[in-house]
Every structure is written in structure tokens, then in C-alpha cells.
């Protein structure tokens, strides 16, 4: 999560070149797959104890 909001920052500075926002924004995407692949397998954990 901190190097995802590190990559957004970085995004947000007009001081990169088209090719570093570019790999920048596709470490972005994948670091959001993997926070919400995250998040989703806790909520079903959670879940999964709440119907216990």
C-alpha cells in the first residue's frame, strides 16, 4: 500500500518523462490488483468467521 501511494505521488509530479508515468502507472495497476486481491481474501476470512 505505501509504495502504491509512493507510485501515485510520483504520477502526480510533472517532473517524470512519458516513459517513466508510463511504467509507473503500470506498477500502479498491478500494485492495486494485488491490495484488492488482499482486501477481498480477508473480507471472505472474515466472513467465513462471522458464519461460524
Do not use: P
Amino acid at each position: 500500500m505505501n509504495r502504491l501511494q509512493e507510485v501515485a505521488t510520483k504520477l502526480k509530479s510533472q517532473d517524470i518523462t512519458l516513459d517513466e508515468a508510463s511504467k509507473l502507472y503500470e506498477e500502479g495497476v498491478k500494485l492495486s490488483k494485488q491490495c484488492k486481491k488482499y482486501i477481498d481474501e480477508k473480507e471472505l476470512l472474515i466472513k467465513n468467521v462471522d458464519e461460524m
